[in-house]
């Protein structure tokens, strides 16, 4: 009876010491999109024909301002992008901007999928990271007060 109880405790022992010896559980990291990462050179070989090309930044206002976008874009948050696909060009060549890649990947992958011309995605701040420069946008102050006398004085006229 003894032996069996040091047999068990050995069992139990071996199998914890396995258990605790196993790594932990990394959270899987997302699906890597099917489009093509831009390296800078290719993105600014696309900005060079303006004309043919559409920025789609799909970052919230406030990731715009704090680190900086591009000239010209057409923003839409991710979450509405299926919602606003008409009003994409599908004669422009795409490419889907984001902070570091992940949201802009799943949005090209949606917009191939859709038959829009995707020439693929870019990161921002892996965009400047590489030497590229962001445009960064002042926010205006926010209006205090009534309006001046100057103008009032064109909206009081126009009511007469």
Do not use: C
């Amino acid at each position: 009876m003894m032996l069996k109880r040091l047999l068990i405790l050995a069992a139990a022992s071996s199998a914890m010491s396995a258990f605790a010896a196993e790594p932990a559980a990394v959270p899987a990291a997302p699906p890597k999109a099917l489009a093509h990462e831009l390296t800078r050179a290719e993105f600014e070989q696309l900005l060079a024909r303006p004309n043919e090309l559409l920025i789609i930044d799909l970052r919230r206002p406030d990731e715009l301002t704090r680190i900086g976008g591009f000239p010209v874009y057409l923003s839409i948050q991710s979450q509405d992008l299926e919602q606003r696909l008409d009003w994409i060009p599908k004669g422009r060549t795409i490419v889907t901007v984001s902070n570091h890649a992940a949201r802009s990947g799943r949005a090209a992958d949606l917009l191939t999928a859709k038959g829009f011309k995707v020439a693929g995605l870019l990161g921002a701040q892996t965009y400047e990271e590489q030497g590229g420069k962001l445009t960064r946008v002042e926010v205006p102050p926010p209006r205090t007060g009534t309006p001046t006398a100057a103008a009032a004085a064109p909206a009081a006229q126009a009511r007469k």
